[in-house]
């Protein structure tokens, strides 16, 4: 059955899908950032040079160390303890604003957008007590 998606900040995508927070942004992200003035997040992106016409924007990346991130340096965690918000919202990545593509998409990676609000609580209080 289709249902309406409805972001539950459960964070699930943030903290446990490794392309969220290892993976590559968009030509497009680095514009909008470059054009925000947004050199805070820039740092944290290391551009591989693969020859002409072809660079590879990595995310993120620590820019003290050179070392991948094992968590989104973006991710907040809601002080109520009942989730995660994303700090850049509404800047973030085009694959974070993206995700997830449709509810099949969902389902396969364990995103509750589509699911009833009693199964999302169970699931956003597993997620939490995994995450401690
Ligand atoms: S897994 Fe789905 S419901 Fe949870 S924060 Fe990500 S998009 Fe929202
Ligand atoms: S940028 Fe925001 S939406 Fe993307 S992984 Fe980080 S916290 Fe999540």
Known sequence: ??????CHCCGHCCLNLIDAYNGCVSDAD???WQQLGRDDLLVWVKTLDLG???????AWV????????????WLIDRL?????????????PDHCRAYPEHQRHAESTGCVG????????????DNLVRNK
């Open 80 to 92: 109520d303890q009942k989730g995660h918000i994303c700090g850049i919202d509404d800047i973030k």
């Open 114 to 125: 589509y699911q009833e609000k009693a199964v999302i609580h169970d699931s956003i209080t």
């Open 62 to 73: 620590d820019p003290e160390t050179g070392d991948d991130v094992e968590r989104c340096p």
């Open 1 to 6: 059955m289709k249902r309406a998606f409805n």
């Open 30 to 32: 680095l514009e909008r």
């Open 52 to 58: 002409p016409n072809n660079k590879l924007h990595t």
